[in-house]
C-alpha cells in the first residue's frame, strides 16, 4: 500500500506541475485576446469619430462656401440652398455632439472642448451672415478655423490615454 501512494505522488507532482503550466498558458491567451478585444473597440470608436468628424466638416465646407456666395451677392443668391445646408449642417452637429460623449480620452477630450467652444460662435455668424453684417472673407475665416481645429484632432487619435 505504501509503495502504491509514493508511487501516485510521484505522479502527482509533474501532473501538477504540468497542469499548472497549461493554466498560466490559458491565462495568458484569454488576456492576449481580451487586450485585442479591448483595442479593436478603441478603433472602433476612433474610427467613427473620425468619420463624425468628416462629415461633419464636409457639411460646414458647403455652409461656407453657400455664405461665401450669400454673401458677396448681398444676399440675392443661394438663401435657400444655405439654409437647407445649415440643416444638414444641424444634423451632423447633433450626431458629432453625440459621438463624443462616448470619447475617454482626455486630450482628445480637450482639443475636442476647444473646437467646440468655437463652434458654440456658429448661431452668431450665421445671424451676421442673414443680415449681412459679416465680409465674406471673415465668414471664411471663421468656418476655415472651425475645420481645422476639427480636423487637426483626427491625427492626434493615436494619442494614448
Same mark, same amino acid.
Given at each position: 500500500?505504501?509503495?502504491?501512494?509514493?508511487?501516485?505522488?510521484?505522479?502527482?507532482?509533474?501532473?501538477?506541475?504540468?497542469?499548472?503550466?497549461?493554466?498560466?498558458?490559458?491565462?495568458?491567451?484569454?488576456?492576449?485576446?481580451?487586450?485585442?478585444?479591448?483595442?479593436?473597440?478603441?478603433?472602433?470608436?476612433?474610427?467613427?469619430?473620425?468619420?463624425?468628424?468628416?462629415?461633419?466638416?464636409?457639411?460646414?465646407?458647403?455652409?461656407?462656401?453657400?455664405?461665401?456666395?450669400?454673401?458677396?451677392?448681398?444676399?440675392?443668391?443661394?438663401?435657400?440652398?444655405?439654409?437647407?445646408?445649415?440643416?444638414?449642417?444641424?444634423? =451632423?452637429?447633433?450626431?458629432?455632439?453625440?459621438? &463624443?460623449?462616448? @470619447?475617454?480620452?482626455? %486630450?482628445?477630450?480637450? *482639443? !475636442? #472642448?476647444?473646437?467646440?467652444?468655437?463652434?458654440?460662435?456658429?448661431?452668431?455668424? =450665421?445671424?451676421?451672415?442673414?443680415?449681412?453684417? &459679416?465680409?465674406? @472673407?471673415?465668414?471664411? %475665416?471663421?468656418?476655415? *478655423? !472651425? #475645420?481645422?481645429?476639427?480636423?487637426?484632432?483626427?491625427?492626434?487619435?493615436?494619442?494614448?490615454?
Amino acid at each position: 500500500m505504501q509503495k502504491y501512494f509514493k508511487a501516485k505522488r510521484k505522479l502527482l507532482f509533474p501532473l501538477s506541475i504540468l497542469l499548472s503550466i497549461i493554466l498560466l498558458l490559458v491565462a495568458n491567451m484569454i488576456y492576449v485576446q481580451y487586450d485585442k478585444v479591448k483595442a479593436l473597440k478603441s478603433l472602433n470608436n476612433d474610427i467613427i469619430l473620425a468619420v463624425s468628424i468628416s462629415r461633419f466638416v464636409h457639411s460646414t465646407q458647403k455652409e461656407r462656401g453657400l455664405s461665401s456666395g450669400y454673401l458677396s451677392n448681398n444676399g440675392k443668391k443661394f438663401h435657400l440652398q444655405l439654409l437647407t445646408q445649415r440643416n444638414t449642417t444641424n444634423r =451632423r452637429i447633433l450626431h458629432l455632439k453625440k459621438v &463624443i460623449k462616448s @470619447i475617454k480620452n482626455k %486630450k482628445i477630450l480637450f *482639443k !475636442l #472642448n476647444q473646437a467646440l467652444n468655437t463652434l458654440n460662435k456658429l448661431e452668431i455668424i =450665421r445671424t451676421k451672415i442673414d443680415n449681412l453684417q &459679416i465680409t465674406y @472673407i471673415d465668414g471664411i %475665416k471663421f468656418y476655415s *478655423k !472651425l #475645420n481645422n481645429e476639427f480636423l487637426n484632432i483626427i491625427p492626434n487619435k493615436s494619442i494614448p490615454n
